[in-house]
């Protein structure tokens, strides 16, 4: 193998044997393959996002309807019985934090964290979380366990 006879691997390359635009001599001059006239036909034509070749686009035939508060903020919700899994299991003793949760996937990193009443629990653990319903806060509490909002 030496310089003079190098080449591109077979099927890597896909130019075509005609080079556009480059007068009437070479067969595609002229026109240059891209007809008569129209947007397609002009330099630096880009079809928009949905264009639809003039026809309504679908976005804006099909109805809205709602609201969507801007404000929202969505929490992750874990109950209780997933935290007596976590206990019973002994991944966790008497604590379960803000990065415990993410260790174990319970949340992603910047999810808010809402602790839900589903399930019994039995015993003493320390819950760190963003929000707690009424149920969960009680339950844990009852269980001899601490409830710190973030």
Known sequence: MSLNNLKPASGSTHKNSKRLGRG??????????????????????????????????LQR??????????NRKEYTGINIDTIQNLVDSKKIKKELTL???ILFQLAKKNDLVKILGR???DVPVKVSAHKFSASAKEAI???GGEVISI
Not at 61 to 70: D, E, Y
């Open 24 to 57: 009437q001599g070479s067969g595609k001059g002229g026109t240059a393959s891209r007809g008569h006239k129209g947007a397609k036909s002009r330099s630096g034509y880009s079809k928009k996002l949905g264009f639809e070749g003039g026809q309504m686009p």
């Open 99 to 101: 990065d415990n949760i």
């Open 141 to 143: 509490e009852n269980a």
């Open 61 to 70: 035939r099909v109805p809205k309807f709602g609201f969507k508060n801007i």
């Open 119 to 121: 399930g019994k629990i």
